[in-house]
């Protein structure tokens, strides 16, 4: 084995963007974009506002909190949306914590 | 300045560019994906005309570079092309050898912005691996590369190129790349293009065995979950339907050549009737968006019976043209590989013949001097 083992997100993560992860805005296609090695990624718009405020400080909670107030809704609901999201992303290897 | 000239609706806009820097390589892998023609060092572009390529592909829309040859690292301006790619916003991944990069020369590549490293290794077993790339002591500094990568932390993929001559080592190998630090691991069945093609006979898997590498991989994804990344490719000559070859002709990606020239895909000089343009005389929107080679089959018009009126036309575009050429002798013909197409019974029975023959031919290697051996035809 390698000593690498699988990052589990939970609510108190710091999660951020790994280096060699890029999200940057697709002028031509007036879309944001998710490079990676081999892979272009079309993220939701719920996955562009958290993958945004990936910054490695703020806890997944924290994240919540804040799109919970800019999108009205509840912070539960949007907890349970975005861990699996982010899970997902981590396991892909772009996002660390 | 003048506003560039519109692109047509049809076409889609270029997501990735295959920049062939150089076909130099010290190694001499028998299904390099290379011409068999190879191009001169005399005849490739300058590091002015390279920056000019990726600043027209940028503008035109792609977003993923691939620094690829040959050997791209023998460009001594490796760097300044990376660093032009990160100030463009290009995705950069360099496909190399690994072989001749010391750990200084990939500090300066990582310190540019490279994104992304791939490293490709011919087997677990140094012995068989240096065998395989023609050059003794290659395997050694693959290894060595990919330690100066985890030091640097730059993100690497080892890929694997998978064939009769190494098949059943697979899990070794998959072992041997996530030991290396590979965050992805791509695990390809070598496609018979090119000096694929001339050594096809030496080659090609039998069909169990690549049933088992199948199975070999699906293990390692589940080993391996959320640690590495697992990418597969099949070889099509035992599948039902073709791969969509470059995700359809001039439809996502463009491919430069050393000297410039620009392509479908890397083996489409194989077509002897399409004429390629070069970006020493037309600007890349223009060559992509009108120039007979990316036209002539680009979308669905070209195409006969029975992709004509098959229900998976837009799903695999027919599959390859080189390899419907190679095979059948018509570039516009279904990709043999589809179950669909008058020749793939006979590709089937020649597949059965030659993967299980007791004594596979000698390996013809990619060196300039074996090409006029390796052109014999094949199909
Ligand atoms: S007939 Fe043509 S379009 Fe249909 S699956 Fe076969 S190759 Fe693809
Ligand atoms: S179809 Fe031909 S041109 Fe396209 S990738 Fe395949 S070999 Fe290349």
């Known amino acids: 084995m390698t000593g690498r083992e699988r990052i589990i997100l939970t609510t108190h993560s710091q ?83 | 300045m003048t506003a560039p000239a519109p692109i047509p609706a049809r076409v889609p806009a270029p997501v ?113 691996a240096d065998r395989i790339a023609g050059v003794p002591g290659a395997h050694a500094r693959k290894v060595a590369l990919a330690g100066f990568a985890r030091a640097l932390d730059l993100a690497l993929t080892i890929n694997a190129p998978i064939h009769r001559q190494n098949v059943d080592n697979l899990a070794a190998i998959i072992e041997f790349a996530v030991s290396l630090g590979a965050r992805r691991v791509e695990v390809a069945h070598v496609q018979y293009y090119g000096w694929g093609l001339a050594n096809r006979a030496a080659l090609l898997p039998t069909r169990q065995q690549v049933v088992q590498s199948i199975d070999v991989v699906a293990k390692a994804r589940h080993q391996y979950k959320g640690v590495v990344t697992f990418d597969f490719v099949a070889p099509d000559y035992y599948a039902k339907r073709p791969k969509p070859c470059m995700g359809g002709w001039g439809r996502g990606i463009i491919n430069v050549t050393p000297s410039g020239k620009v392509l479908p895909c890397h083996a489409a000089q194989s077509i002897p009737a399409l004429k390629f343009d070069s970006v020493t005389d037309r600007p890349l929107r223009d060559i992509w968006a009108n120039s007979e080679a990316f036209n002539a089959y680009r979308g669905t018009a070209w195409m006969k019976e029975p992709c004509r009126s098959c229900e998976f036309k837009e799903a695999d575009w027919g599959g390859c043209r080189c390899q419907a050429l190679a095979l059948t002798g018509d570039a516009a013909n279904a990709d043999p590989m589809c179950a669909k197409s008058p020749s793939h019974g006979e590709i089937a029975k020649l597949a059965l013949v030659e993967s299980t023959a007791a004594d596979p031919p000698a390996l013809i290697y990619r060196t300039p001097a074996s090409a006029a051996g390796a052109r014999s035809p094949t199909g």
């Open chain 2, 16 to 128: 990735g560019l295959l920049a062939e820097l150089t076909h130099r390589c010290p190694l001499q892998c028998p299904y390099c994906s290379n011409p068999l023609e190879l191009e001169r060092q005399a005849s490739e572009l300058s590091t002015a005309q390279w920056i000019n390529v990726l600043d027209q592909a940028a503008d035109l829309g792609v977003l993923q570079l691939h620094l690829s040859g040959g050997e791209p690292t023998a460009r001594r301006d490796l760097e300044q092309l990376v660093a032009h790619a990160a100030k463009r916003q290009l995705y950069s991944n360099l496909i190399t050898s690994g072989y001749g990069v010391t750990r200084d020369r990939l500090a300066a590549l990582t310190a540019s912005g490279l994104d992304h490293l791939q490293i490709s290794i011919q087997d677990s077993d140094p012995v068989n």
């Open chain 1, 15 to 97: 999660p951020a963007l790994a280096r060699h992860v890029k999200l940057r805005m697709d002028d031509t296609r007036q879309r944001w974009v998710l490079l990676a090695p081999e892979r272009l990624l079309n993220p939701s718009d719920t996955a562009i506002a958290v993958l945004q405020l990936c910054d490695g400080q703020q806890k997944v909670e924290d994240i919540a909190a804040k799109l919970a107030a800019e999108f009205d809704a509840p912070a539960a609901a949007i907890l349970d949306d975005i861990l699996p999201v982010l899970q997902d992303l981590a396991d892909k290897g772009y996002v660390t914590a």
